[in-house]
T-cell receptor, first 112, second 115 residues
Framework: DQQVKQNSPSLSVQEGRISILNCDYTNSMFDYFLWYKKYPAEGPTFLISISSIKDKNEDGRFTVFLNKSAKHLSLHIVPSQPGDSAVYFCASPNNRDDKIIFGKGTRLHILP | NAGVMQNPRHLVRRRGQEARLRCSPMKGHSHVYWYRQLPEEGLKFMVYLQKENIIDESGMPKERFSAEFPKEGPSILRIQQVVRGDSAAYFC?????????????FGPGTRLTVT
């Protein structure tokens, strides 16, 4: 029973272009969302978050969009850089009480 | 300000042996979480602890797995009588508090290989 779904296991984007990573969720109780970035042999690092009271949150090259009616969020990276090549996890805290529910991740390759 | 520390980074055990994974949270953090990542999978929650208390262990297998976070010292995830299916990356995370904008900070992980 996957409550957070990332349906694209991998994505390749040309350097300088926009990367768009998608995420769907099923639990309408989720009201806070996080994106984590993970390099090989390292732990995930927090990237950006969004609360359900907003539909957009921007931090530098990273913007997260939330569509509550569609239970969908997306992470936009523009312009994409080689260092952005990593696995990106969409996640949501379980009603903010304890555990974080993670998607399976999307591996982003930035092509030179 | 050191981040979350985990050791060992790599651990090899034979079937039937015990594995002990350690996690030292960030300074000032009193909430510790353990996650497991199987190959080609996302991170799956295992257990959430505060000092001397297990708050939520709903993700822990019922047998062979245990976790503690003593008053002094690191949090320990213990796996008894390991089997090949326990091979995975185990990540510890810590956070300072609960609240509307909390984040969990992850350690580098321990990669357990059972031979």
């Amino acid at each position: 029973d996957q409550q957070v779904k990332q349906n694209s296991p991998s994505l390749s984007v040309q350097e300088g272009r926009i990367s768009i990573l998608n995420c769907d969720y099923t639990n309408s109780m989720f009201d806070y969302f996080l994106w984590y970035k993970k390099y090989p042999a390292e732990g995930p690092t927090f990237l950006i978050s969004i609360s359900s009271i907003k539909d957009k949150n921007e931090d530098g090259r990273f913007t997260v969009f939330l569509n509550k009616s569609a239970k969908h969020l997306s992470l936009h990276i523009v312009p994409s850089q080689p260092g952005d090549s990593a696995v990106y996890f969409c996640a949501s805290p379980n009603n903010r009480d304890d555990k974080i529910i993670f998607g399976k991740g999307t591996r982003l390759h930035i092509l030179p | 300000n050191a981040g979350v520390m985990q050791n060992p980074r790599h651990l090899v055990r034979r079937r039937g042996q015990e594995a002990r994974l350690r996690c030292s949270p960030m300074k000032g953090h009193s909430h510790v979480y353990w996650y497991r990542q199987l190959p080609e999978e996302g991170l799956k929650f295992m257990v959430y602890l505060q000092k001397e208390n297990i708050i939520d262990e709903s993700g822990m297998p019922k047998e062979r797995f245990s976790a503690e976070f003593p008053k002094e010292g690191p949090s320990i995830l213990r796996i008894q009588q390991v089997v090949r299916g326990d091979s995975a990356a185990y990540f510890c995370a810590s956070s300072p508090r609960l609240g509307p904008d909390y984040e969990q900070y992850f350690g580098p992980g321990t990669r357990l290989t059972v031979t």
